[in-house]
Nanobody, 115 residues
């Protein structure tokens, strides 16, 4: 059973930066498109950014130009560099496959953007 472990969240002021990491217990990244998702209180989970097995990124418009997704297949890890953070980026962030069937969701990492 592959497990996903997200880390790197925290409290940051508007305009600040954070780098999230997602480590998998198994070697699944190299053959799967992976995504970062987020879920704000009272909202549905949404895809934020994705990266293909070959390393091509895609971003939702609301993070384009601010967030950068990357991956290290040798380390079974996906990253999300978040810059110019806004209060509306506050959410629990998760990683998972883009395509179904998804893996079991990890615990996520809380990102809070507030002054």
């Amino acid at each position: 059973q592959v497990q996903l472990v997200e880390s790197g969240g925290g409290l940051v002021q508007p305009g600040g930066s954070l780098r999230l990491s997602c480590a998998a217990s198994g070697s699944i990244f190299s053959i799967n498109d992976m995504g970062w998702y987020r879920q704000a209180p009272g909202q549905q989970r949404e895809l934020v950014a994705s990266i293909s097995s070959g390393g091509s990124p895609n971003y939702r418009n609301f993070v384009k130009g601010r967030f950068t997704i990357s991956r290290d297949n040798a380390k079974n890890t996906v990253y999300l560099q978040m810059n110019s953070l806004k209060p509306e980026d506050t959410a629990v962030y998760y990683c998972n496959k883009v395509l179904y069937p998804r893996l079991d969701w990890g615990q996520g990492t809380q990102v809070t953007v507030s002054s």
